[in-house]
């Protein structure tokens, strides 16, 4: 029951900004927009989320449409430790957490 | 504080063998997780655990399948009669609560299965 949409791996040259896209156009009013990533071989790990406004702190920024349909995780100055897969998550019915495959982010040196 | 703690790391048994897993949550999340994620795929939801409240157990792929979380704290997760297909690493996560704010997820670094 897949709720958001992103593209499958993406490249960014280390020390540049990385924008990882997700689209979310069934997102109902009061869910949010989670943000987690995978580092290889460990747990994920928890950036960021959001419900209608900008949010940022000291790992990413996170930009939601207005019309909240979709939404873009910044990291603004990609290191090559940021290399991992991505995932943009919005809460489906009850409370489990639909991972699906995420983005595939490589940061090249 | 101290993470979210999975025991054991790795898990080496044999096709037919029981396996029980450990989960550790952080001090006062009253929820928590178990997620399966085989290579190369993304997280799988197995169950969850709120309080006093029945799990939710939709997540389970199959009656060998079963968690136990004693005492508000310490989860199990138990694999009876094991198969190659269960090979995988299984996550752990627990959150504060159920609120969207008190929803975010902090994860153990998983328990590697290998069944031969």
């Known amino acids: 029951d897949a709720k958001t949409t992103q593209p499958t791996s993406m490249d960014c040259a280390e020390g540049r900004a990385a924008n990882l896209p997700c689209n979310h156009s069934?997102?109902?009013?009061?869910?949010?927009v989670y943000w987690y990533r995978q580092i290889h071989s460990q747990g994920p790990q928890y950036i960021i989320h959001?419900?209608?406004n900008n949010e940022t702190n000291e790992m990413a920024s996170l930009i939601i449409t207005e019309d909240r349909k979709s939404s873009t995780l910044i990291l603004p100055h990609a290191t090559l430790r940021d290399t991992a897969v991505y995932y943009c998550?919005?809460?489906?019915?009850?409370?489990?957490?639909?991972f699906g495959t995420g983005t595939s982010l490589t940061v090249i040196p | 504080g101290a993470g979210v703690s999975q025991s054991p790391s790795n898990k080496v048994t044999e096709k037919g063998k029981d396996v029980e897993l450990r989960c550790d949550p952080i001090?006062?999340?009253?929820?928590l997780y178990w997620y399966r994620q085989s290579l190369g795929q993304g997280l799988e939801f197995l169950i969850y655990?709120?309080?006093?409240?029945?799990?939710?157990k939709s997540g389970l792929p199959s009656d060998r399948f079963s968690a136990e979380r004693t005492g508000g704290s310490v989860s199990t997760l138990t694999i009876q009669r094991t198969q190659q297909e269960d090979s995988a690493v299984y996550l752990c996560?627990?959150?504060?609560?159920?609120?969207?704010?008190?929803?975010?997820?902090?994860f153990g670094a998983g328990t590697r299965l290998s069944v031969l």
């Open positions: 069934t997102i109902s009013g009061n869910e949010y």
């Open positions: 998550i919005v809460r489906p019915h009850g409370n489990q957490f639909y």
């Open positions: 001090s006062g999340h009253t929820a």
């Open positions: 655990f709120q309080g006093n409240s029945a799990p939710d």
């Open positions: 996560a627990s959150s504060l609560g159920l609120g969207q704010k008190q929803n975010i997820q902090y």
């Open positions: 959001g419900l209608k």
